[in-house]
């Protein structure tokens, strides 16, 4: 076994520490060692995007992404997606609306790739096509993704104030 | 799917980079991860020592040096996508950048990276060769430089030593008004490439090719340069009877069997995108000159 | 819930999920999400090999890894069981031999991926390191892995404890087949090869297991579609007494068949849990998903139709070749599903097909979404575009010709069902069903838009498909609604759930009974403690069984607060209503009781009499058995675009018309079918698990088995029409498994059309590029067995 590394970081806005061996994917640490379960684990070779989180604001493979070079720096999940008072993201609301999840396995995936793209337009415009892109790397098997697409065009084109609420 | 033990190694600069990679056997160097990490998750890949290259800001960003491109190793291809610069003076590898995994593997994958981890199906490796790369190499004992086109030495083999790593890619940049064109089949909708084409070009008044360059992913383990029907067009109309010559010089090309992707079929992509991207390129120029 | 579901009635709204929001927020209890102190974790040594007589295993060195527990073979498990092997198959006098699987491998190996050892330690990544310093010795034998040549006199044995690779023979035939083809006007033949993939849910398979040795109690936290069944098989094999075990399916990231069936994995795991008193955890990661999870794979097909002079099918016959695998978990329906539903909504006067089963070396095959369903529907559907092309005809007319008319219903197709009974189509319309989906997707107009296409230089074509599912398996399925003096309602059910909404479908089932909203009843699904009998999650049944169980118990529960509730408020029965719950005189809202004071009335108080006549309790238990199997139908329509270059496939418009009786929650059934859809699409264009000669798997990731995703899919248009069933209560029919039937068919028929003028025949699923082009490239292509 190799040796373990002591880490520091900030998880959902909340700084955390842990123990972890070098090999531990960002995954497995956030699952296992600080107990947010709620990114999931689809394939281990990063093409599911089960595991998809922000690591400074950028979504990334968790899977693929080492726990040790997390340090000191700022990881959201999708427990930290809704606001502190409960209050669903209005992608979130959207995919319920929409009938966005079956299982949802692959849905914590899913939010996280979608505010990616939502701060990405930027209020810009969104079409069909580009929302299906960008959705490219989150497999779901359940849903055949419409209502994950008709969920975040939705948001994406929804007068600006809604989207910011 | 868990990786092996390793020790895990985090310099901070180029140099103590270096000597880590001279000092430690069986070492490798961890650029973005996005190949790397999937096979040692497979434990198709056990290094004793893992260097990561993430933590030394030296090695990554992009910056013009005369008519070159220079791209330091680690800089994300997310970053390449969407620089302004690459747009500008490279539209080539931003539009060859859309294809390259995900957009979540893009954001920590490296342009070095791609390049030295060497899938004979990567587009970065395509464009970079169209752009005649010239890569810097290093090692404690210094840096050396060749093209992109000695690289390969086998099957995901480079003549990168054990000792050195990638440090820097200088792309050859090409005129303003230029044309460029990326053509890919994927097994799947944006994933998994079968066969990409990156071809660019510029005409001369006459409207006849001044200079060309046509690279070929997929076919072999390393990208294939179509140097002599390059030579052969120039000066010739470019026209459909050009753009299907360069299609039947890349359709007589070798390729390698692959799973799901038999040599005559890749080989038959390889004719239609190279002509397709050489039509577009040249379109480009056209309006570029119009 | 917004303002338009505030109805009087649940049954039938768009209600949004209770499922959701957990999952939202990340908060569902996925099994790998359990967490217990002092667990340990499992992985699995697998066999290399296809086909080995297994040798000496030395364990020793795994053994001495420090944070191994214990590492486990067969030898050491089965003192702990009362059999050799796990008892899977269900019941069929076809089956010729018991090739059950074991619980570790014994002698010998037959598939790559087959579980050998089991290590048991302190962390997955220590039990994986562990895996490789175990010894085993192997000796390698010929695989088969094509089912065809397992068949062939002389091919060697796909399991040595098997005289031949025969597994099962037999067939599905009725009327007088031969003298339909003797008068026939026309006669076509045709061999078809079909690869219907695996299941991939995106979370793969999983358990927990406990041995509380205090409690004497197993738990199993299990990834299943069939926590009861689950549980009767550890009761069976390990000997314990049904209070012993408790399987609990807590969320369950999909299913798609493959968690129907009991693995090897469930057993070895909760055996080691008795074994080392620990609790233990095994996750399959996706590599063993692909070696190890079963999958439905490969059909080939011979098959020839006699039709009269008008098109009319006079009789179909043929065989069929099924990759049975190397294990029998299941039985012989998968097969046999393919051929009663080759028929689909057509008059088919005689028929008879003889299905070989053979072992192969390769995972053990069993249902996945369809199961085996859509391969009978491709074959039917591409015979009758064949004979409409033989015959001059539009595709269309040529079923129109041939469906079943509503007057025909109920209608008995000749056939048997697997229980034996009399396959009787119970309800539908198919002519207009067909006849709807072909004015949404504008079918006549089609070849104006081919032309427009063409001369802008696009190949396009369009297909069409019909099928019929039989869904709503019995025997049955229970439910129980259950009123406490809190007032809450709980739906407990052995129903299991992996994603279709089975919570909010039976939440709106009883929120009707009872007048509450559905938000306000709890469902407990997939719990073996909290109902004792129960089924699960397959053949499309849960609406149909589950709901209907539901419906009846919520009716009864109803009936017993009106009783009450008469008395205490001095009222008829009939003139009292059920809403928010409360009880009460209709339209006097203030007159009346809420449902948790009756509970408590019911309750019971310490010598105090019950309501004069009233058992005690607010509760009511029913198992509801479904008379028959009840049948949906529906009509695909799809156009693709080819490039004829590059042999690229894209779908670009997508039109169902569905009819599965009358609909509990629209949203969800068109989720089902959308869903169903795209699976379909990814198995008639991307999806194939491919082997070696030596039976090496060579698709073991997501970069190479491909899935379908956002950017390959259509917009699907569903539209429903809603045949009731007479065969139950609620008029429902299952949902579940539809959309996938057809998209094969439909798929493949669109892409023959767009590319007939390249001489292409779509015979082979999935229609790969590369497949494509070898088509259309006869001279160029290379012969590819199995890629
Ligand atoms: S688990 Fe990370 S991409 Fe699948
Ligand atoms: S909702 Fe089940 S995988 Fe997407």
């Known amino acids: 076994m190799s040796e373990r590394v002591r880490i520091a970081l900030t998880v959902n806005g909340t700084p955390r520490e842990g123990e972890v061996e070098p090999r531990a994917h960002l995954c497995d640490f956030l699952r296992h060692s600080l107990h947010l379960t709620g990114t999931h684990m689809g394939c281990e070779h990063g093409v599911c995007g089960a595991c998809t989180v922000l690591l400074d604001g950028e979504s990334v493979r968790s899977c693929l992404t080492l726990a040790v070079q997390a340090r000191g720096r700022a990881v959201t999940t999708i427990e930290g997606v809704a606001l502190p008072d409960g209050t669903l993201h209005p992608i979130q609301e959207a995919l319920s609306a929409h009938h966005g999840l079956q299982c949802g396995y692959c849905t914590p995936g899913v939010v996280m790739t979608l505010i990616e793209l939502q701060r990405d337009l930027d209020g810009g415009p969104a079409d069909e096509a580009s929302v299906r892109r960008a959705l490219a790397g989150n497999l779901c098997r359940c849903t055949g993704y419409q209502g994950m697409v008709d969920a975040a065009l939705s948001v994406l084109n929804a007068a600006p104030r809604a989207a910011a609420q | 799917m868990k990786a092996a033990p390793f020790a895990y190694h985090a310099p901070a600069t180029k140099a103590e980079a270096l000597d880590m990679l001279a000092g430690l056997d069986d070492a490798r160097v961890l650029a973005g991860g996005q190949s790397l990490l999937p096979m040692m998750n497979l434990r198709l890949a056990g290094p004793t020592h893992l260097i990561d290259l993430n933590g030394v800001p030296e090695l990554a960003g992009i910056s013009r040096a005369g008519d070159a491109l220079v791209i330091g190793t680690m800089t994300r291809q997310r970053a390449a996508e969407r620089a302004a610069l690459v747009h500008e003076a490279c539209p080539l590898l931003a539009e060859a950048m859309e294809h390259v995994g995900f957009q979540q593997t893009r954001n920590r994958g490296t342009v070095g990276g791609s390049i030295a981890h060497m899938d004979p199906t990567a587009e970065i490796p395509v464009a970079a060769s169209a752009l005649d790369a010239m890569l810097t190499v290093e090692s404690a004992a210094g840096a050396r ?48 490439c079968v066969v990409c084409v990156a071809a660019l070009a510029t005409l001369d008044a006459s409207g006849a090719f001044s200079r060309l360059a046509i690279a070929i992913g997929g076919l072999a383990e390393a990208p294939v340069r179509l140097s002599g029907i390059e030579a052969d067009l120039v000066g010739a109309r470019a026209d459909q009877d050009a753009f299907r010559a360069a299609g039947a010089a890349a359709g007589a090309l070798a390729a390698d069997e692959a799973p799901f992707a038999p040599p005559a079929y890749k080989r038959h992509l390889a004719g239609v995108l190279t002509e397709r991207a050489l039509a577009r390129a040249a379109g480009r120029a056209r309006r570029a000159a119009a | 819930m917004n303002a338009a579901q505030q109805k ?69 498990l089965r003192p702990l069981l009362t059999c050799d092997r796990i008892p899977l198959a269900m019941p069929s006098g076809a089956i010729r031999f018991d090739v059950d699987p074991f619980v570790l491998a014994r002698d010998e190996v037959c598939h790559v991926g087959e579980p050998i050892a089991l290590v048991i330690a302190e962390s997955r990544h220590v039990a994986e390191d562990a895996l490789g310093l175990i010894g085993v010795t192997f000796d390698p034998l010929p695989a088969i892995v094509d089912p065809r040549e397992g068949l062939k006199d002389g091919a060697p044995q796909a399991r040595l404890d098997c005289p031949d690779n025969l597994v099962a023979q037999m067939s599905a035939a009725y009327g007088d087949v031969d003298g339909a083809f003797a008068g026939a006007a026309h006669v076509i033949a045709e061999d078809f090869h079909i690869h219907k993939g695996g299941g991939h849910s995106i979370e793969p398979r999983g358990l927990v297991a406990r041995f509380d040795a205090g409690e004497d109690l197993l738990t199993v936290w299990d990834s299943t579609q069939m926590p009861h069944q689950a549980k009767r098989v550890l009761v069976r094999t390990l000997g314990l007494a049904e209070h012993q075990v408790r399987v609990v399916a807590p969320d369950v990231g999909g299913g798609f068949g493959p968690k129907f069936v009991f693995h090897p994995e469930e057993l070895a795991v909760a055996a080691a849990a008795v074994l080392t008193g620990a609790p233990v955890k095994w996750i399959e990661d996706r590599f063993e998903n692909f070696m190890s999870t079963v999958q439905e794979r490969d059909q080939y097909w011979s098959v020839e139709a006699a039709c009269d002079a008008e098109g009319r099918l006079m009789g179909i016959r043929g065989t069929l070749v099924h990759d049975h695998g190397a294990y029998t978990p299941y039985g012989v329906a998968l097969p046999y599903n393919s051929a009663t539903n080759l028929i689909g909504p057509y008059v088919l006067p005689s028929y008879r097909l003889d299905i070989a089963l053979s072992l192969t070396n390769l995972i053990p095959s069993t249902p996945t979404r369809g199961a085996g369903r859509p391969q009978g529907t491709f074959v039917m559907e591409r015979l009758l575009d064949r004979l409409a092309e033989r015959l001059g005809l539009d595709r269309a007319e040529i079923r129109r010709r041939n469906l079943i008319q509503p007057a025909q219903m109920p209608y008995d197709s000749g056939l048997k069902t697997r229980d034996g009974g009399s396959m009787i189509y119970d309800s539908g319309d198919y002519p207009q069903c067909m006849a709807r989906a072909l004015a949404h997707a ?43 003096p809190s007032g809450k309602v709980v739906v407990t059910t052995g129903a299991a759930a992996q994603g279709q909404g089975t919570v909010t479908m039976l939440a709106q089932v009883v929120a009707d009974g009872l007048g509450v909203r559905p938000d306000a009843v709890s469902v407990i699904a997939g719990d073996t403690a909290a109902s004792p009998l129960g089924l699960g999650a397959f053949a499309s049944r849960q609406a149909v069984t589950a709901g209907n169980a539901a419906h009846q118990a919520a009716g009864e529960v109803r009936a017993k607060v009106l009783k009450v509730a008469s008395q205490w408020l001095e009222a008829d029965p009939e003139d009292l209503e059920l809403s928010a719950g409360r009880v009460h005189v209709k339209g006097v809202p203030g007159r009346g009781r809420s449902l948790g004071e009756v509970a408590s009335a019911l309750a019971g108080l310490p010598g105090f009499a019950l309501p004069p006549g009233t058992p005690p309790g607010l509760s009511a238990a029913v198992d509801y058995q479904p008379k028959g199997m009840t049948y949906c139908n529906g009509t695909h329509v799809c156009e693709v675009e080819v490039d004829p270059a590059t042999c690229i496939v894209s779908v670009t418009r997508y039109v169902v018309v569905h009819d599965c009786g009358r609909l509990i929650n629209p949203m969800m059934v068109d989720g089902q079918i959308i869903g169903g859809v795209v699976h379909g699409l990814g198995t008639a264009l991307y999806e194939l698990m491919a082997y070696g000669d030596d039976g090496q798997p060579l698709t073991c990731t997501y970069a190479d088995y491909l899935l379908a995703t956002a950017d390959t899919s259509p917009r699907i248009e569903v539209h429903h029409m809603e045949s009731p069933s007479p065969l139950n209560p609620l008029g429902v029919k299952g949902a579940g498994e539809s959309g996938t039937i057809a998209a094969l068919a439909v798929i493949a028929s669109a892409v023959e059309d767009a590319l007939k003028p390249f001489g292409v025949a779509v015979r082979d699923l999935p229609a790969t590029p590369s497949r494509l082009f070898a088509l259309m490239h006869p001279d160029l292509a290379t012969p590819e067995a199995r890629l």
Do not use: C
Not at chain 3, 58 to 76: E, F, H, I, S
Not at chain 3, 450 to 465: F, N
């Open chain 2, 145 to 192: 430089q060749f093209p992109i086109g000695e690289l390969a030495e086998g099957y995901l083999m480079t003549q990168i030593a054990p000792d050195e790593m990638l440090t820097r890619v200088a792309l050859r940049l090409w005129p303003k008004g230029h044309g460029h064109a990326f053509e890919e089949v994927t097994r799947r909708g944006e994933s998994f």
């Open chain 3, 442 to 484: 504008g079918w006549d107009g089609f070849e104006a838009r081919r032309a427009k296409a063409r001369a802008e230089g696009r190949v396009i074509g369009i297909g069409l498909s019909n099928y019929v599912e039989g869904s709503g398996r019995g025997p049955f399925e229970s439910a129980s609604v259950r009123i406490g």
């Open chain 3, 8 to 76: 009087e009635t649940w049954f039938g709204q768009a209600v949004r999920r209770l499922e959701d929001d957990a999952l939202l927020r990340g908060k569902g209890r996925f099994v790998d999400d359990i967490h217990l102190p002092g667990m340990l974790h499992a992985a699995f040594l697998r066999s290399p090999y296809a086909h080995a007589r297994l040798g000496a295993i030395d364990t020793a060195a795994a053994q001495a890894l420090p944070g191994v527990v214990r590492v486990l073979t067969y030898q050491d």
